[in-house]
């Protein structure tokens, strides 16, 4: 399973950015699809993943919204209310994961993409 991300950017705050993760490969709608994000300096953070339904990381409540298309093998991550303390390398993962909001558990990783928020 290749998975490549898009969309990152800069944005201010306030602002709104959509990322893409496009799943290719032996894909398959049973797994769990997640975001996470690493900030420089900082451990990689849960942001939000995707099963039956979506499930949110405290810092993506409210503001930031996941959804998925299986006929595109994408799942896509819609960032609203964009804040300085956004700005990090945002990843998506894939895998057959019991524990959501574990890194380690997802067996698939995209490549970043780099989110910029300014003040």
């Known amino acids: 399973v290749q998975l490549q991300a898009s969309g990152g950017g800069l944005a201010q705050a306030g602002g709104s950015l959509r990322l893409s993760c496009a799943a290719s490969?032996?894909?398959?709608?049973?797994?769990?699809m997640g975001w996470f994000r690493q900030a420089p300096g900082k451990e990689r953070e849960f942001v939000a993943a995707?099963?039956?339904?979506?499930f949110y990381g405290e810092a993506a409540k409210g503001r930031f919204t996941i959804a998925r298309d299986n006929a595109k093998n994408t799942v896509y991550l819609q960032m609203n209310r964009l804040k300085p303390e956004d700005t990090a390398v945002y990843y998506c993962?894939?895998?057959?994961?019991?524990?959501?909001?574990?890194?380690?558990?997802?067996?698939?990783w995209g490549q970043g993409t780099l989110v910029t928020v300014s003040s």
């Open positions: 490969g032996r894909t398959s709608s049973g797994y769990v």
């Open positions: 993962a894939a895998g057959r994961v019991l524990g959501i909001t574990t890194d380690r558990e997802y067996e698939y």
């Open positions: 995707i099963r039956d339904g979506p």
